[in-house]
């Protein structure tokens, strides 16, 4: 499945305006302002010490982010690194049939295209799943950064652990987890991106995600609620009992999700 097709989906995984009131700043002509508060959004950037923040203000570009999206596809040339606010995005594998699988989720705790290599082409594609803004930098500037020492390398060397770690799970959980826990996983991996526990998205696009049948996320998100964990009509699941749906994944989500609160933390510190 291409980035159109996904694209398609969005009259029934998103509302008719999927962006929020702040959308009047994207008017014709006008650049919208990068602000200290408004990069304060995106946890990576939020991390940087005020002075290195700076220093990017004038690469920056606040973006408004739809849902489709293609950000970049397997292949190409990396010339933009986007940083989500509130948008998330999904890494995805295309074989040549058209099948696709997601082998990872990029929210407000990461940065998605990061390239540290000159020619350094995309292995995978990148595709806005749930609409909202992010923070655009061209990845030569980045690079130019990073090789200027400092916070920057060091927390997305970090981030890239965090990053690693969650496809290694993924692909763990693909071969040995059950259907309910591959939903469970999925389902928490947006919910921890998400300002609600509230997820427009329908069973087709979560089986094209997870790479199974649309019967099988239909089942298993049927068992999911009669056992209390989430409530579902069409396009719309509600995480009613969050502990429950962590218990449910077991080791399939929280190996990763170890993995970026350790992240979290060391930059705390």
């Known amino acids: 499945m291409n980035s159109t097709q996904l694209g398609g989906m969005s009259q029934k995984s998103q509302s008719a305006s999927p962006f929020p009131a702040t959308a009047a700043e994207f008017k014709a002509g006008a650049k919208p302002v990068v602000s200290y508060s408004g990069t304060q959004q995106n946890e990576l950037l939020a991390a940087l010490p005020r002075h290195d923040l700076e220093t990017l203000f004038d690469h920056l570009e606040l973006v408004a982010l739809p849902f489709g999206k293609e950000l970049f596809e397997c292949g190409s040339k990396l010339e933009n690194v986007y940083f989500p606010t509130t948008a998330i995005v999904s890494l995805l594998y295309v074989m040549e049939d058209g099948a696709t699988t997601e082998i990872a989720v990029i929210g407000h705790e990461g940065v998605c295209g990061m390239s540290l290599f000159m020619g350094e082409r995309a292995t995978c594609s990148a595709v806005v799943q749930s609409a909202g803004y992010g923070y655009r930098l061209k990845t030569q500037f980045l690079r130019d950064a990073f090789n200027q020492g400092g916070a920057l390398p060091q927390l997305l060397m970090r981030y890239t652990n965090a990053l690693f770690a969650q496809m290694a ?101």
Do not use: F
Request: glycine share 8%.
């Open 169 to 269: 799970q993924n692909a763990v959980g693909g071969r040995h987890s059950s259907i309910e826990q591959k939903l469970c996983r999925w389902l928490l991996d947006r919910l921890d991106r998400s300002p609600s526990n509230e997820l427009k998205v329908t069973q087709e696009l979560i089986s094209i995600m997870l790479g199974v049948r649309r019967e099988s996320i239909t089942a298993a998100a049927g068992k999911l609620q009669d056992d209390g964990l989430i409530t579902y009509r069409r396009g719309n699941i509600t995480v009613i009992d969050r502990a429950g749906l962590e218990e449910y994944a077991g080791e399939c989500y929280k190996v990763a999700k170890t993995e970026y609160d350790r992240l979290l933390a060391d930059v705390a510190r």
